[in-house]
């Protein structure tokens, strides 16, 4: 079910898994090691949210797939009854593990953890996650890195396209949805080619994969308005790795359904909270005799319990309490952001709640991504001058 | 109020607070830096957790007691609506400072935290501890060290008593009750003397200090089963820094009341977890598929969700949220065994109880208790080379 904004691509949708229904656009936090890293699955549900991001690579190279399958899968594992999509891993055989070597039949890889070396196949992906019994599992995919030339990008590209197929055949379990990844590094040719072949492939749902990875916000923002419109229209749209407030308004105007991101959660263990007003740091002496809560307006229970002053001493301090406090923050907020967000599409008011949000929204990120940008710049010029 | 067991000298009571009753024994988890290290204020109340301990040197230093008092005082400033006890930081100024320095006046000292020089008096202590604004208070007491002369133990012991005396002076507040402490190292006349002197200044409550530093327990042991026969009967008796659950069963039995220790908060950030079968290191590999939660009969928030194999994966990817786990489990441990030594001194049966609970309970401590008493025997003998 899909209905769209009035005066925008956006759109309201409902994934319906085994799990439970999940309204869309959606932000999945993100719990990696089957964990949200320093809440309790009750603290998630008390902030109503409904779906969280688990990870094959890791949860392969520890605990073991084997453990949790006889565990009795991970939503039994880590107490966790709502929604569970877990990524392939391919993300994370590219960035995280060393000496891979990608053939065709799969990559070989070395464990980031103690450096063992392993095989993940498109078959054996599948596999995986489908012992961890997640309700939407993802195809293995190449990630090209900036350093790739072009024409490392375009094998990567049509390499996943094949895998993707090969997912596909070896899916076993009817009760997960398998989704293909979008790649084509920045090139908007392969991206479109890319759209074309994996649609053709009938996958239940397509992600966007291979993107905000450091690169210039507008070419990121490029490549998600030139491929969203060749997705599916019925089927939902993820935009994998993303992200920031103001990347998610962007991402739902151009019809993106799903979303996670290590950010929010990231970022409030380094004492980096959202405001309506932007980003603040805790850590800073601003706040250190503060009496009013980060944000007065929210109704968290870090907001309605404890006063930035006390948040300011916990980080100080080095105290756990901190990283939980943040964490069960910065998730509520993000939930209340997405719930106003699928208001405002329902409404047929989203162009005005996203005029209105970035008005008042500044990013401390802006600094940081100018720095990403002239990064990015460097790479690209250097992988031109290595053609 | 106070009832006394019908086979034993171990006692019922009821401390009576402004911020409600608590029912003794009782063990109070540690939040020295206001917060119990990895659980919220909510999660506390949810095991039913009535009274904490935090400390005035912690927040002295760090984030300092004038921005507590603006920030409405500790009850507030950490959101804990229930009962709070602060120790005066005299332990601690002579277990975690350096470069200390006793006078009569009072004890010059260095930060841990940055070196920066600070003093502290007995007037001090309770001026501090007023702008904190705890339930219970702490008289500022000098705390020897094994490695002391016994002149330097007997002249600290009676300048504990002179401070003491000095404490209740400086007292303004009428709604704290400021506790002596019991000092005279592990010399028996000494610590009868102190009793003594501390009981003729009509302190509304007692602690016995100097104690469980690492010195064999049985030393540990003829102490308290000297000097707490000599505290007020009326009054409650507070043993500081113990402990373990068979340390507190014999701290009962000699009818102490209260109790505290970091014992369970920090060996289960450590993966020690405490059972009916004694303690086990969940980081041990034979839990690593294990189904089963860590105690079967435990009713706690972690042991009622997730298995003993969840956790061991927490701690072995060194996730936030095993601490967190595993601190819930231990102040559960406590609460359910505190609750058990009340009820079986309310029906009479103390010692049945204690007997049938150390049948059961294989302690792993014993090991590092054997190092420690051999440690404790080379020190003795190093400071009787010394006379």
Do not use: F, H, M, Y
């Given at each position: 079910m899909i209905k769209t904004s009035a005066d925008s691509r956006a759109r309201l949708g409902w994934l319906i898994t085994p799990h439970g229904t999940v309204e869309t656009p959606v932000f999945m936090p993100v719990?990696?090691?089957?964990?949200?890293?320093?809440?309790t699955p009750l603290q998630l549900k008390e902030i109503d949210i409904r779906m969280i991001l688990a990870n094959n690579y890791h949860l392969y190279l520890r605990p073991g797939i084997e453990i949790i399958r006889k565990m009795g899968g991970l939503h039994k594992f880590m107490d966790w009854d709502r929604v569970i999509l877990t990524d392939s891993g391919g993300f994370q055989v590219f960035s995280l593990s060393r000496l891979r070597k990608i053939q065709e039949k799969g990559v070989k890889f070395q464990s980031h953890i103690d450096g063992s070396e392993h095989f993940l196949s498109p078959e054996l992906a599948v596999e995986l996650q489908e012992g961890l019994g997640a309700d939407v599992i993802m195809a293995l995919d190449i990630c090209p890195s900036f350093q790739d030339k072009p024409e490392q990008v375009r094998e990567a590209t049509q390499r996943t396209h094949r895998w993707a197929e090969r997912c596909l055949k070896a899916q076993?379990?009817?009760?997960q949805a398998l989704f293909g990844i979008v790649q084509g590094g920045f090139n908007m040719d392969w991206r479109k080619e890319s759209a074309a072949v994996l649609t053709s492939l009938d996958f239940p749902g397509y992600a966007l994969g291979?993107?905000?990875?450091?690169?210039p916000r507008e070419q990121t923002q490029k490549m998600i308005a030139l491929t969203a419109p060749l997705l599916p229209e019925n089927k939902p749209h993820y935009l994998m790795g993303v992200g920031s407030p103001e990347d998610i308004l962007f991402g739902v105007e151009q019809g993106i359904d799903m979303f996670d991101s290590v950010l929010p959660t990231r970022v409030a263990r380094n004492g980096g909270l959202y405001t309506l007003n932007g980003r603040i740091n805790?850590?800073?002496?601003?706040?250190?005799?503060?009496?009013?809560?980060?944000?007065?307006?929210c109704g968290c229970y870090t907001c309605s319990h404890f006063s930035a002053a006390y948040l300011h001493h916990l980080f100080k301090a080095e105290e756990l309490l901190a990283y939980t406090l943040a964490t069960l923050h910065n998730l509520s907020f993000m939930y209340n952001f997405m719930k106003q967000v699928r208001q405002s599409i329902s409404q047929g008011g989203f162009n005005c709640f996203k005029a209105d949000f970035l008005a008042g929204y500044q990013s401390s990120d802006e600094q940081v991504r100018i720095a990403q940008k002239q990064k990015w710049l460097e790479n690209w010029e250097q992988r031109e001058n290595q053609k």
């Open positions: 719990g990696s090691q089957a964990t949200v890293k320093g809440v076993k379990r009817s009760d291979g993107l905000s990875l450091g690169e805790i850590r800073n002496a601003r706040w250190k005799e503060s009496a009013q809560p980060v944000d007065p307006t």
